[in-house]
């Protein structure tokens, strides 16, 4: 099954001018000669916890495998090159599904001119599991940290949070194009993808950049699926609540200067919204501030894969 599974790769993965030698070998050979610096990222997705196989279809697994490494370079500022991709695939089925797998990957990754240079494939009793790494180039600017905010920087934020289990954790948008935009026309300092929640992936910006920040809760952009979301659940939980925890929206945080950010709300470059939700404070923590009750602690909330010991 895999040698099988290998050769139709070999016909089906385009040629790129980055592999000099893909698919077939132990490993890969990657033309990198003019990358001065590069990101690399992996994440794995398994069925019952990032997906569930047995409700969607697999090709939206695949996109979906690859689209969250993409967002993390987006994250960075980073423009993708390569990726090799790992399957650990029930052994019922296991030949269709990968395939499946692959006609949600490759479309995406031409999107990107993303060379998929190989990976590995493994068959099992169990579920699916799909780790990705991918290797990016950052800009002349440098890489985006999480660790460049600094107080007085405004919060901004890309698109609108919240319910994303209604289908949007799935056909994941990366925003790779437009980051790239942003940091070429303009002074970002700090960059994070929302992969966990706003509150908590905010929270996780703010330790690595030893500051704390203040989100104006009127000013979040909330998704309609939020709304559907509390609706639908009916308990108790309001549309900002699913806004600020919920994950898997795959947005952007940014910290930028007060006059960079006015120019980026202004100016709109992107064809998705970019809102200003705050601003970075010397006071470590993470603050809500509404006009109805001021200034208080905001708890991050959002996912956590939990450890048992």
Known sequence: MESELID???RRLPDHPLL????GDDAAVLRMAGTDECVVTVDLLTDGVDFRLDEVDPRRVGHKALAVNLSDL?????RPLAGVIALALPRRGGLELALALYDGILPLAERYDLAVAG???NSWDGPL???ITLLGQVTERG???RSGATPGDRILVTGAFGGSILGRHLDVEPRVD?????????????GIDVSDGLSIDL??????SGCGAELDLHAVPVHDDARRLADQLADGSTALDHALGDGEDFELILAAGPDVARRIVDDQPLGVPVTDVGRFVAEPGLWQTDRQSGRRPLPPRGWEHRLEG
């Open 8 to 10: 139709q790769l070999r």
């Open 20 to 23: 000099r030698k893909g698919v």
């Open 74 to 78: 987006a994250a960075m500022a980073a």
């Open 119 to 121: 990976g590995d494939t």
């Open 129 to 131: 599991a799909v780790s």
């Open 143 to 145: 890489p985006l940290l």
């Open 178 to 190: 437009e980051v790239l935009l942003l940091a070429q026309h303009y002074k970002l300092h700090a």
């Open 203 to 208: 929270f996780h910006l703010t330790q690595e």
